[in-house]
Nanobody, 124 residues
Framework: QVQLVESGGGLVLAGGSLRLSCAAS????????MAWFRQAPGKEREFVAA????????YNADSVKGRFTISRDNAKNTVYLQMNSLKPEDTAVYYC?????????????????WGQGTQVTVSS
């Protein structure tokens, strides 16, 4: 199975930036797509950004469009989420997810592999 480990979370001021990393264990020959989700206290897990296999297509949620950028380094088996112009509303636990498929999808149910999550807190 694919094991995912997130890192890079922390406490920042509003308007600041953070870069999250998601490292996949080992090496796989199976094609898969990656995504970031987040979950705030009392709310359901929501889609943030996704990256198809092959690195050719991405999609961001409207709430983060223009501020967040998803990218990946296939040689390092690592996916990143660059977060700029952070707002207090972005405070949540951020999760890395993976699925076996080439297309970009945004629903939680489509992803079978998840990391443990990393806390992002934005103060005003």
């Amino acid at each position: 199975q694919v094991q995912l480990v997130e890192s890079g979370g922390g406490l920042v001021l509003a308007g600041g930036s953070l870069r999250l990393s998601c490292a996949a264990s080992g090496r796989t020959f199976v094609r898969y797509a990656m995504a970031w989700f987040r979950q705030a206290p009392g709310k359901e897990r929501e889609f943030v950004a996704a990256f198809s296999d092959g690195g050719g297509r991405t999609y961001n949620a409207d709430s983060v469009k223009g501020r967040f950028t998803i990218s990946r380094d296939n040689a390092k088996n690592t996916v990143y989420l660059q977060m700029n112009s952070l707002k207090p509303e972005d405070t949540a636990v951020y999760y890395c997810a993976a699925r076996f498929g080439s297309s970009v999808v945004t629903d939680v149910q489509s992803y079978g592999y998840w990391g443990q999550g990393t806390q992002v807190t934005v103060s005003s």
